[in-house]
């Protein structure tokens, strides 16, 4: 469901875009693409030992054992708790389908002022149930405020199966620069990121609101929203989901061997994150 080219829908598209920090489409991608989806992710879990694929995996997520290991090495029982599979975008053609989906790119143009350039994807079968953070202490882009990211809903999402939850306007808060001036996480001052966040919060009168969603939903966050996965009450309820992260190809063009056209986008070309060592 591409957005028609009228400015005015472009223009409440963007203002929404500038007050909240996220968009959400609805039914953009059809049952049969969602079931397209999952049938892929069920048959990669199943064949991962077999099947050549360099990816990792993120396994027990919400645990203390929590790991990045080859896919090809997860153990039987990772699927029954909360992973991410990282980068299929890099060999999975099918996953750039979505990723790159060219009605969801012209979206992202909008959004981002630019042509949208996937730079890493996740696939979750389970809610991360992830502490709420901005997407720049991981990633943060070359130029401020160029960073978008997608989250293609599989599954029904609600606050029973992890649904991610979003806090609206919290993308104009200044974001909190570590000691040494950057976005970037560092694990020893994570306390004065959150005392700072919710600082802001409460001046803001800002509060938290869960993402409830269909499967073809999709949700385009901020860089700068903060946002999580909510804890899981209903193990019984999958949570499917592919994210993928965007930054604008303007500024990956001093790279412009990795950078390769697919669908409606572009995406970059780039080697898989090693494994966790022993
Ligand atoms: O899907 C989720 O549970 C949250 C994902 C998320 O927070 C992220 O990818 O940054």
Same mark, same amino acid.
Request: proline residues 6%; aromatic residues 10%; neutral net charge.
């Given at each position: 469901?591409?957005?028609?080219? =009228?400015?005015?829908?472009? @223009?409440?598209?963007? +203002?929404?875009?500038?007050?909240?920090?996220?968009? %959400?489409?609805?039914?953009?991608? =059809?049952?049969?693409?969602?079931?397209?989806?999952?049938?892929? !992710?069920?048959?990669?879990?199943?064949?991962?030992? #077999?099947?050549?694929?360099?990816?990792?995996?993120?396994?027990?997520? *919400?645990?203390?054992?929590?790991?990045? %290991?080859?896919?090809?090495?997860?153990?039987?029982?990772?699927?029954?708790?909360? $992973?991410?599979?990282?980068?299929?975008?890099?060999?999975?053609?099918?996953?750039?389908?979505? !990723?790159?989906?060219?009605? &969801?790119?012209?979206?992202?143009?909008? &959004?981002? *002022?630019?042509?949208?350039?996937?730079?890493?994807?996740?696939?979750?079968?389970?809610?991360?149930?992830?502490? +709420?953070?901005?997407?720049?202490?991981?990633? /943060?882009?070359?130029?401020? @405020?160029?960073?978008?990211?997608?989250?293609?809903?599989?599954?029904?999402?609600? !606050?029973? @199966?992890?649904? %991610?939850?979003?806090?609206?306007?919290?993308?104009?808060?200044?974001?909190?620069?570590? =000691?040494?001036?950057?976005?970037?996480?560092?694990?020893?001052?994570?306390? !004065?990121?959150?005392?700072?966040?919710?600082? +802001?919060?409460?001046?803001?009168?800002?509060?938290?609101?869960?993402?409830?969603?269909?499967?073809?939903? %999709?949700?385009?966050?901020?860089?700068?929203?903060?946002?999580?996965?909510? /804890?899981?009450?209903?193990?019984?309820? #999958?949570?499917?989901?592919?994210?993928?992260?965007?930054?604008?190809?303007? +500024?990956?063009?001093?790279? $412009?061997?990795?950078?390769?056209?697919?669908?409606?986008?572009?995406?970059?070309?780039?080697?898989?994150?090693?494994?966790?060592?022993?």
């Amino acid at each position: 469901m591409a957005i028609p080219q =009228s400015c005015s829908i472009q @223009n409440d598209v963007l +203002e929404k875009w500038q007050r909240d920090g996220y968009i %959400v489409l609805r039914n953009h991608f =059809s049952p049969a693409q969602c079931d397209r989806l999952n049938e892929f !992710a069920a048959t990669l879990w199943q064949a991962r030992r #077999t099947s050549g694929s360099k990816a990792t995996i993120d396994i027990f997520l *919400d645990r203390p054992e929590s790991k990045r %290991v080859l896919l090809s090495q997860a153990p039987d029982e990772a699927y029954d708790y909360s $992973f991410k599979i990282n980068d299929l975008y890099l060999n999975e053609s099918l996953v750039r389908d979505y !990723a790159l989906d060219p009605d &969801l790119c012209q979206i992202l143009n909008l &959004l981002l *002022d630019g042509e949208a350039l996937a730079f890493n994807t996740l696939l979750f079968r389970w809610g991360s149930q992830q502490r +709420e953070h901005t997407d720049t202490l991981y990633m /943060p882009p070359r130029k401020a @405020n160029k960073l978008a990211v997608s989250w293609i809903a599989l599954d029904e999402a609600s !606050a029973d @199966n992890g649904a %991610v939850t979003l806090y609206p306007g919290s993308h104009l808060i200044p974001p909190h620069r570590f =000691s040494d001036g950057r976005l970037n996480a560092i694990g020893a001052e994570m306390d !004065a990121y959150y005392e700072h966040l919710d600082q +802001e919060l409460t001046k803001r009168g800002i509060e938290p609101v869960h993402f409830n969603a269909k499967p073809g939903d %999709v949700l385009i966050w901020h860089s700068q929203l903060l946002h999580g996965g909510s /804890p899981i009450k209903d193990w019984q309820r #999958t949570r499917r989901s592919l994210v993928t992260h965007y930054y604008r190809k303007q +500024e990956y063009l001093h790279q $412009f061997w990795r950078l390769r056209k697919h669908g409606g986008g572009y995406y970059l070309k780039r080697p898989h994150p090693s494994p966790d060592k022993d």
